[in-house]
């Protein structure tokens, strides 16, 4: 890299990281002050103060630099510009013969690296701290829960409801489910004290295990439910690692998805999006696909803003 290079590239990239920096420690340090006394209750739980607003805002800050990432990469290569025309270091690169783009080279690459590593921050940072994300300081503290979005099943035709939901331990309190038709032989609703999202295991597939079953009363002596050859509800008579008053729902619906209902779909990557595209108990609609055409496009999007605005 020339000398030339060297300068307009530190030109940039001073200006780039301050932005980041101060509008990112704005965020912070407003988002603290606004929710002090959730962030006291949560670290009795969590081993302190210092200890939960790492971990709090250790997933929330890259979200955010993906917000604000291609408005400041726009403000540094336009403060760099100006900066080179002000002092008239442009006009005696151009009168040695330089090229205005070969002067604006090294900000042109930088910008395209800085696109690069958004697009690794959407795909692989976010999605990494979904939980925490769809998370409030509220929830760290273990006392409050998150109102739940109903959502409809479309491989069963379950319609999942309840009072609410417990993030980091994936329950729902109270919950209902609104059976179809087909399953009228069982009962018309599935309600419990609460329920647990499970993962697949020799025993069962993925689903949620209901403790304390309130209606059907008679889940204990009922049995499994079937479509189509394979299980929907499993019931103590049918799979013997159940407890009385439990039965067990086989579902590929997530906690998460109940709990961020339609916003889930912002923490998660374009792999997820797809094979969500493919779930058949989600039905995702056009909308989702067009979520997964604009990732694609991102990054060219960000580029092209960079030329928009950039004063030559």
């Known amino acids: 890299m020339r000398i030339v290079d060297r300068y307009v590239f530190s030109v940039f990239i001073r200006v780039f990281l301050i932005c980041c920096v101060c509008i990112t420690g704005m965020y912070v340090v407003g988002d603290l002050v606004e929710n002090l006394n959730e962030f006291m209750d949560a670290s009795d739980v969590h081993g302190g103060m210092l200890t939960v607003i790492i971990r709090y805002y250790l997933g929330r800050i890259p979200w955010f630099l993906d917000v604000i990432g291609r408005v400041a990469a726009l403000v540094a290569g336009v403060f760099a510009v100006t900066w080179l025309q002000r002092n008239n270091e442009m006009t005696a690169l151009m009168a040695a013969g330089i090229s205005r783009w070969r002067i604006l080279r090294p900000i042109v690459l930088a910008v395209v690296v800085i696109s690069g590593l958004a697009v690794i921050n959407r795909e692989v940072l976010i999605p990494s701290f979904r939980e925490e994300l769809s998370q409030s300081i509220g929830d760290w503290s273990g006392k409050k829960a998150s109102p739940l979005n109903p959502q409809f099943d479309y491989l069963t035709d379950i319609m ?150 950039i004063p030559v």
Not at 203 to 225: A, K, R, W, Y
Not at 268 to 286: D, F, Q, V
Request: glycine share 6%; proline share 8%; net charge negative.
């Open 160 to 309: 999942f409801d309840g009072q609410e939901v417990i993030a980091r331990e994936r329950k729902i309190v109270q919950p209902i489910l609104r059976l179809p038709r087909t399953m009228s032989s069982f009962s018309d609703q599935l309600k419990a004290e609460f329920a647990l999202q499970q993962s697949a295991t020799e025993d069962h597939p993925n689903g949620f295990l209901f403790v304390n079953v309130e209606q059907p009363i008679d889940v204990d002596t009922q049995p499994s439910v079937m479509l189509e050859g394979q299980p929907v509800i499993l019931t103590p008579p049918n799979a013997a690692w159940l407890k009385p008053g439990q039965c067990f729902l086989v579902s590929h619906i997530t906690v998460g998805q109940l709990l961020q209902g339609r916003k889930w779909r912002q923490f998660a990557s374009t792999p997820e999006l797809i094979a969500g595209l493919a779930n058949p108990s989600m039905n995702l609609g056009a909308d989702v696909r067009v979520s997964v055409h604009a990732r694609l496009l991102q990054p060219f999007l960000d580029v092209t803003l960079f030329f928009l605005g």
